[in-house]
């Protein structure tokens, strides 16, 4: 649940707030099993992390894009490490158990 907390806040972090986001909602956890085939997808085509360019390649690039390029490697490192950890699990018990948080609305779609 970390490792995927951690993930999605970095993407987060990359998108604008919604307009309604000052609104107090209730947040809830809930528990699936990741299915089968999509734990065999992410066994037959791990999740590439981004590597980007050489570092003398980018030494050449605006500091805004090398910035960039950073934080995208580092979502792309933890969605690779979240996607490690289910296949884990996985392996360890036999199945696969994703926790998400939802917030009240989204729980009614």
Known sequence: MKLKEEAMALMRNNRPKPAGALEKKMKKVVKSVVPQRLIDFMILYPHKSL???????????????????????????????????????????????DYTEVTDDEEDN
Request: include cysteine; glycine fraction near 6%; hydrophobic fraction near 30%.
């Open 51 to 97: 590597d980007g360019f050489p570092e003398e390649e980018l030494g050449k690039r605006p500091q805004k894009f090398r910035d960039f390029c950073a934080e995208e490697k580092a979502i792309s490192d933890k969605v690779l490490e979240y996607q490690q950890a289910l296949v884990k699990q996985f392996r360890t018990k036999g199945y696969a158990d």
